[in-house]
């Protein structure tokens, strides 16, 4: 079992460490969070979110393939394997992508992949990236008015960073419970029960946001921060909420992808266009690129090791 | 308002306390020319003194606010704004002492043609610095406030511009010898510079203003 479990934990590490960038980059890299307690705050709330609200994703991952527990953990170990050379290689990487090619690929060996299941995964991957961009948009437009009414520095800086630890907090809790099911999801059913799957997936990740780099975090972060403060605040509220109603609907997205959209929702509000081609070739490989590697590579893994 | 927080109270507070003593080292400033240029030697001098003391009084002050400024208060990049103001806000006192430090050590004779509008002109540039100080003043409760008083800078620093233009038109139509006309033309422009210094702290709240607009 112990043996099932590690290419479940070295991937819920791997998806703590860089993702929390997404969320708690932006308030540490310009000074508004203290490192040590993004990262803390961070892993208690990733634990929280897997417990409270990873149980529709798990099962959404679990039923995606009706493998055994060891394919199921090749197919983790494919996905793992193939977001570690991709971020090697500096390649637009997506765990919850990367995941679900493994589980595919494996799947089509075995002819027992739920297509039902993965139409629906898909169509919420497309809908990531310009859900949060729509959200971004509206929340922008809804709360910038009553912001600039504010008239008071003190104050706003007060309210900015009052709104970063509940966007962080927040942001956490819905990257556990969305994000989760990459890590155990597919141990459900064959190895774990929803339960289980949640608390050592939000554990494993937890552990990640807790050893991630600051160097992640400051690179991330000052990439979103192009933008000012309040914007890049809306860009990680829009990330949060739609990376939370995917957890709702039980769909594993991309943190990346969601702020991505965030950016561009809160930029297009304040009538600066911030896409660009290599932002659009990027979203597409990590819809397309990303789980065709991890299927070959999880493929080529279980010939080796069956 | 315990919301605010005690660093951003005390930050203010010094802030506020540095302008004062800039606006007290240019009070000193005015009389001191003022002193001067009615032939007041003595007045002049204990003028002198005081600006002197008044400015470095600054100085301790803005260091203080500094350190202060880097022990967590504010949102960081507003820090680096706050920092930038400040020592804009200090080099307007430093040039109201290069004023006093030049015509103490030159004591050049300031002809009588133009003594009235040097007098007007260092009246215009202290409140230059007054229109900058409210504006710094109402920066960081009320912004909008802030941004009519930066507008009141512009106007005062343009007003000081013109009359600095005419005394130097007519300085140089005076059939004076040619060193002399360099040595008060220098004065002129020092003094000129106050108000153009208490201009450019008046752009950095613009920006910082501007900055925060969503």
């Keep these: 079992m112990i043996l099932y479990l ?21 308030p540490v890299a310009n000074g508004i969070v203290g490192y040590k307690w993004a990262i803390l705050t961070a892993a208690v709330f990733v634990i929280l979110g897997a417990i409270i609200g990873g149980a529709a994703g798990l099962q959404t991952i679990g039923s995606l393939s ?22 090697y290689f500096g390649l637009p990487v997506s765990t919850s992508q990367a995941v679900v090619g493994g589980i595919v690929g494996v799947g089509i060996l075995k002819g027992h992949v739920n297509w ?45 960073t009052i709104a970063a630890w509940l966007a962080g907090a927040y942001g956490a809790y819905a990257l556990g419970a969305n994000n989760v099911a990459n890590v155990t999801g597919a141990l459900v059913g064959k190895l774990l029960s929803v339960q289980e799957a949640a608390l050592i997936g939000g554990l494993s990740i937890a552990i990640g946001a807790l050893t991630f780099s600051k160097r992640v975090m400051l690179t991330v972060g000052k990439r979103i921060i192009e933008l000012d403060h309040f914007s890049s605040l809306i860009s990680i509220f829009a990330e949060s909420i739609t990376v939370w109603i995917y957890s709702i609907i039980g769909v594993p997205v991309s943190t990346s992808q969601a702020v991505v959209g965030g950016v561009l929702g809160a930029g297009l509000a304040r009538g600066t266009s911030l896409a660009n081609r290599g932002m659009l070739y990027r979203i597409l490989f990590g819809w397309i690129g990303t789980p065709v590697i991890a299927g070959l590579i999880s493929q080529g893994l279980y010939l080796l090791f069956k | ?49 005081k600006v002197m003391n008044l400015e470095s009084e600054a100085d301790a002050l803005r260091r203080e606010t500094e350190t202060l400024m880097y022990s967590g208060a504010f949102l960081p990049n507003f820090r680096g704004d706050l920092l930038g103001l400040i020592e804009a806000v200090d080099r307007i006192a430093d040039r109201a002492e290069t004023v006093v430090r030049i015509i103490s050590l030159q004591l050049p004779s300031i002809l009588l043609q133009i003594k009235e509008e040097m007098k007007k002109q260092v009246k215009l540039s202290v409140e230059t610095f007054k229109e900058l100080k409210a504006a710094i003043e109402y920066m960081f409760e ?20 013109n009359i ?34 208490a201009e450019d702290a008046s752009d950095r709240v613009e920006i910082i203003i501007l900055k925060r607009r969503v």
Excluded at chain 1, 66 to 87: R, Y
């Design chain 1, 6 to 26: 590690i290419p479940s934990l070295l991937l819920g590490w791997g998806l703590g460490r860089n993702d929390s960038a997404n969320i708690f980059g932006p």
């Design chain 1, 66 to 87: 009706s493998g055994t527990a060891f394919e199921s953990s090749i197919s983790i170990l494919g996905g793992a394997i193939s977001v570690i050379t991709m971020t």
């Design chain 1, 116 to 160: 039902f299941v993965l139409a629906k995964i898909v169509i919420c991957w497309i809908t990531t990236p310009l859900g949060a961009m729509v959200i971004g948009f509206v929340i922008y437009k809804l709360t910038a008015p009553w912001f600039s009414r504010i008239r008071s520095i003190r104050l706003q800086d007060k309210l900015i």
């Design chain 2, 1 to 49: 308002m315990i919301f605010i927080g005690k660093k951003e109270e005390m930050i203010i507070k010094k802030f506020k306390q540095h302008l004062e003593t800039v606006g007290k080292t240019l009070d000193g400033f005015e009389e001191f020319i003022r002193a001067y240029l009615d032939g007041n030697c003595e007045e002049a001098d204990r003028c002198s003194e």
């Design chain 2, 142 to 161: 009320d912004m909008d406030k802030a941004g009519s008083y930066i507008k009141r800078t512009e106007e005062k620093e343009h007003e000081e511009d």
């Design chain 2, 164 to 197: 600095e233009w005419d005394m130097m038109k007519k300085l140089f139509s005076l059939d004076i010898d040619r060193a002399q006309k360099l040595e008060i033309k220098e004065i002129i422009s020092l003094i000129g510079d106050v108000a153009d210094l």
